[in-house]
């Protein structure tokens, strides 16, 4: 059983930047892939990026592919979305997530957070 407790949302400007953060409870972080996902009002929940266990293979989405930066620190098992020249677009909910797989579809992710709301103003 994983945990799954994202922070960093908030409203900035377009152009702006900001990190987001998800923190995991248990021993076994590391034997999860971690992706980030995200949902705006009226659509379906969308893959933004993904990290393999170690670290060491990271994809993005084309949409953000040059933007937006995705690390973990399996020490503490942490992993971050580090997301540069905001735009509008980029509003929406965003969601970590855990999969024992290296996916980019959300229906092998096992477990998720909350959710934390990034808004991009114009």
């Known amino acids: 059983q994983v945990q799954l407790v994202e922070s960093g949302g908030g409203l900035v400007q377009a152009g702006g930047s900001l990190r987001l953060s998800c923190a995991a409870s248990?021993?076994?972080?590391?034997?999860?892939?971690m992706g980030w996902f995200r949902q705006a009002p009226d659509k379906e929940r969308e893959f933004v990026s993904v990290i393999s266990r170690s670290g060491g293979i990271t994809y993005y989405a084309n949409s953000v592919k040059g933007r937006f930066t995705i690390s973990r620190d399996n020490a503490k098992n942490t992993v971050s979305l580090q997301m540069n020249s905001l735009k509008p677009e980029d509003t929406a909910v965003y969601y970590c997530a855990a999969s024992s797989r290296y996916s980019i579809n959300a229906y092998e992710y096992d477990y998720w957070g909350q959710g934390t709301q990034v808004t991009v103003s114009s």
């Open positions: 248990g021993r076994t972080f590391s034997s999860y892939t």
